[in-house]
């Protein structure tokens, strides 16, 4: 079981360049989220997922795009990168029957845009 | 969108010393989630609540659910070294993977 992975673990992309980022999760859980954490701050919802097509917007959505096309991947797009998307991604997932409705989060993706 | 305040921002302890923080939100939460995060890695669930006024314990970490639905606390008794780490409160309303989050208390433990 190796949970929630992510890829890459560090990206350094040119402002205006689009990329994926790659979130999966061996767990069978329903639910999946995108957060993003600014220095010194908590984690702000991107997007979320409560099932394999169907995705939502949560607080900071601007320039970010997502699908689910299977229960275990959650890729986030980059559509046209700019220096405010420079932080750290987390990808999380929860809900089993087997592990009820905790959250678990993976390693993180570390973005920086020049 | 919902805002938690987490307080105190950071703290500066002996080992052996109790810790206490504490998250109030403007709006009710159903949901307190209470995570650590170490350097380089994601955030680990240390406590959930579920009910109003509910108190939880898991080993040296104690953690409340406050009456009005609005705050929470989370205690560490004896801390220790390993205890070092950055501490979130997280509230949700809805159990579909949506949590607000605090902007955390940055613990360092001197030996």
């Known amino acids: 079981n190796a949970g929630v992975t992510q890829t890459p673990k560090f990206q350094v992309l040119k402002t205006g360049q689009s990329m994926t980022l790659q979130c999966a999760q061996d767990m069978n859980h329903e639910y999946m989220s995108w957060y993003r954490q600014d220095p010194g701050m908590g984690l702000r919802l991107i997007h979320y997922s409560v099932g394999a097509g169907i995705t939502d917007q949560g607080e900071v959505p601007n320039g970010y795009n997502v699908s689910r096309s299977t229960t275990e991947d959650f890729p986030l797009r980059l559509l046209s990168a700019a220096p405010s998307q420079t932080s750290v991604y987390f990808c999380a997932s929860s809900y089993s029957p087997e592990t009820g409705y905790e959250q678990y989060f993976g390693p993180g993706t570390r973005l920086t845009v020049t | 969108g919902q805002q938690l305040n987490q307080s105190p921002q950071s703290m500066f302890i002996q080992e052996g010393e109790d810790v206490s923080m504490n998250c109030t939100s403007s709006?009710?939460?159903?949901?307190w989630l209470w995570y650590k995060q170490d350097p380089g890695e994601g955030p680990v669930l240390l406590i959930a609540l579920y009910k109003a006024g509910e108190l939880t314990s898991n080993g040296r970490l104690t953690a409340q659910f406050g009456i009005t639905r609005k705050d929470s606390f989370l205690n560490i008794s004896a801390s220790i070294p390993s205890d070092v780490g950055i501490y979130f409160c997280?509230?949700?309303?809805?159990?579909?993977?949506?949590?607000?989050f605090g902007d955390g208390t940055t613990l360092t433990v001197k030996p």
């Open positions: 997280a509230g949700q309303n809805t159990n579909a993977g949506k949590s607000t």
């Open positions: 709006s009710i939460f159903n949901t």
